[in-house]
């Protein structure tokens, strides 16, 4: 089955900096990547996806990169602020109509003002 | 905007109890799951139900675990005989595409 790996599984910048999470996936079948935010104690929301014939997704200060060949794919935050606080998890999942990604282990991201 | 609601936010139960947590998915959504998430972990898959049938099933979800889409709105998980391992955050999701989750349930097994 497929296996995603995150790094780091902490992450600590102050306000203002960009912050990078990184995952890897194990199958080549893979073609959608969500990743989700989830702030202590609530759902995860997903916050930019993107799909295996796209290289580069942004939309304002998120943006997430792709690599196929390499299997990895990345999440850019700029201009972090002490609200993007929260644990962020990538996913990837197999095509079809039933998506079920399989999550990575998460990032904790905290903001310091 | 629509939303995945859950219930109850929180069930405490005793171990070898049965619980049976709720879910209402959008209205138009054909695809549901449930997930689990043990404090400070990853979310994990459970199962996936679409057509009033389980499409997928994760080693998780063994014996004890059931799905029921009882009437045209629910969507239930039913733990038959719970663990103290059982203790996690239960999170219902549904999709037609994207995947919204709901708020989920924190179930303490004692």
């Known amino acids: 089955g497929e296996n995603v790996e995150q790094h780091p599984s902490t992450l600590s910048v102050q306000e203002g900096d960009s912050a990078v999470i990184k995952c890897t996936y194990s199958?080549?079948?893979?073609?959608?990547f969500p990743w989700y935010k989830q702030e202590l104690g609530k759902r995860p929301q997903l916050i930019i996806d993107?799909?295996?014939?796209?290289g580069e997704k942004k939309d304002q200060r998120i943006a997430v990169t792709l690599n196929k060949t390499a299997k990895h794919f990345s999440l850019h935050i700029t201009e972090t602020q002490p609200e993007d606080s929260a644990v962020y998890f990538c996913a990837a999942s197999r095509p079809g109509g039933s998506y079920i990604p399989t999550f990575g282990r998460g990032t904790s991201l905290i903001v310091h003002p | 905007e629509p939303e995945v609601t859950q219930t109850p936010s929180h069930q405490v139960t005793q171990m070898g109890q049965e619980v049976i947590l709720r879910c209402v998915p959008i209205?138009?959504?054909?695809?549901f799951y449930w997930y689990r998430q043990i404090l400070g972990q990853k979310v994990e898959f459970l199962v996936s139900f679409y057509n009033n049938e389980i499409s997928e099933k994760s080693e998780i979800f063994d014996d004890q675990f059931s799905v029921e889409r009882p009437d045209g709105s629910n969507f239930t998980l039913k733990i038959r005989s719970t663990k103290l391992e059982d203790s996690a955050m239960y999170f219902c999701?549904?999709?037609?595409?994207?995947?919204?989750f709901g708020p989920g349930t924190r179930l303490t097994v004692l």
């Open positions: 993107i799909r295996s014939n796209v």
């Open positions: 199958d080549s079948a893979s073609n959608y």
């Open positions: 209205s138009n959504h054909l695809y």
């Open positions: 999701a549904s999709s037609a595409g994207e995947k919204f």
